[in-house]
């Protein structure tokens, strides 16, 4: 389990209308979903053993960190193995629940823990690794005026195509420069176009896709 560093800064203004929905569906979710969350802590612990949650840096603003909370899905390695995102470099650690839950995005249901606390939002740019916003400031600049969410528009326009982007990388050093180069510029286009837009409705129509997307047939 990986420390995550705290950093001063001030946290992004949210609407109340925003907040009051992240925190009634967050909650709500929580009630219905726990006997599920508890299966899913029960499995990786007897499967996987410990640590059964993988809590990580993250960055609500340019110079903010939080400690983001998901069910672990890779095996444990040295915390140099951890940096950067992850690639067909890092396949080797996943097992098959490891992968189930990420393609299901059942890994992230510890992240209402996040929206409560007010590190995130329900809907937001996913939040990014402390070493792409220092190395890409002006942009994240931009991007992370919008607090962070579990799910967004990049996201969910854009997950599967970057999960097969970056499995065909076979060192950390492909993957990261992939990510920079491909992953990066697009996601922020989808997120800014988000922020021009965003109101609750359209919160609303992106969780009910996010929702709906473990039983949508995968394309290829």
């Known amino acids: 389990m990986t420390a995550a560093t705290q950093t001063p800064g001030p946290r992004q203004a949210i609407a109340p209308s925003k907040r009051a929905l992240d925190l009634a569906v967050s909650i709500l979710l929580l009630a219905l979903l726990w006997p599920i969350i508890l299966l899913i802590a029960l499995a990786l612990l007897l499967r996987e053993g ?78 990014p690794l402390r070493l792409y916003v220092e190395d890409h400031a002006a942009l994240y600049a931009a991007v992370l005026r919008d607090r962070p969410g579990i799910t967004g528009l990049a996201s969910l326009k854009l997950a599967d195509w970057e999960e097969r982007l970056l499995a065909g990388c076979a060192s950390a050093e492909e993957t990261d420069a992939v990510y920079r180069r491909r992953s990066i510029p697009r996601k922020a286009r989808l997120d800014l176009i988000y922020q021009k837009n965003r109101n609750l409705c359209f919160d609303l129509a992106l969780m009910g896709q996010t929702a709906a997307r473990p039983f949508r047939r995968r394309r290829g």
Not at 94 to 104: D, Y
């Open 50 to 127: 410990r640590p059964v949650f993988y809590i990580a840096e993250r960055m609500q603003t340019p110079d903010r960190g939080f400690g983001l909370i998901k069910f672990r899905t890779m095996r444990p390695a040295p915390e140099a193995a951890n940096r950067g995102v992850t690639g067909g470099d890092k396949s080797a650690r996943m097992s098959r629940l490891h992968r189930l839950l990420r393609r299901s995005r059942a890994d992230e249901l510890p992240q209402l823990w996040n929206v409560i606390r007010g590190d995130m939002s329900l809907v937001g740019p996913r939040p």
